[in-house]
């Protein structure tokens, strides 16, 4: 089976930047759809963004663009979430997830992946 596991991590300033991974191993990710979601106390799961594997396309979130960038390394099995100029707001546990796309499904609810991550923690400072 697919598993992911998130890293980066850690306890930041406002307008620092930051790089989260997501290292998959137990199968391949042809095919998949790696999405990236972050969650606050008391808040849903929100997307950030997603990349597909193969063909490199990624998608951001509104609230993203501009500030986030998702790429990814074939050769590490990585996917990576650019953070920059982070904001309090950006405080979350922040999730790695994947799926093989559904035909009709926007990709943006995390109702929609089967594997996830551990979560790593981002916390931002006023």
């Known amino acids: 089976q697919v598993q992911l596991v998130e890293s980066g991590g850690g306890l930041m300033q406002v307008g620092d930047s930051l790089r989260l991974s997501c290292v998959a191993s137990?199968?391949?990710?042809?095919?998949?759809?790696m999405g990236w979601f972050r969650q606050a106390p008391g808040n849903d799961r929100d997307f950030v963004g997603r990349?597909?594997?193969?063909?490199?396309?990624?998608i951001l979130a509104d609230s993203a663009k501009g500030r986030f960038a998702i790429s990814r390394d074939l050769a590490k099995n990585t996917v990576y979430l650019q953070m920059n100029s982070l904001k309090p707001e950006d405080t979350a546990v922040y999730y790695c997830?994947?799926?093989?796309?559904?035909?009709?499904?926007?990709?943006?609810?995390?109702?929609?992946?089967?594997?996830w991550g551990q979560g790593t923690q981002v916390t931002v400072s006023s």
């Open positions: 997830a994947a799926v093989k796309p559904v035909p009709g499904w926007t990709m943006d609810s995390w109702r929609e992946y089967t594997y």
């Open positions: 990349i597909w594997w193969s063909g490199g396309t990624t």
């Open positions: 137990g199968g391949t990710l042809n095919g998949y759809v």
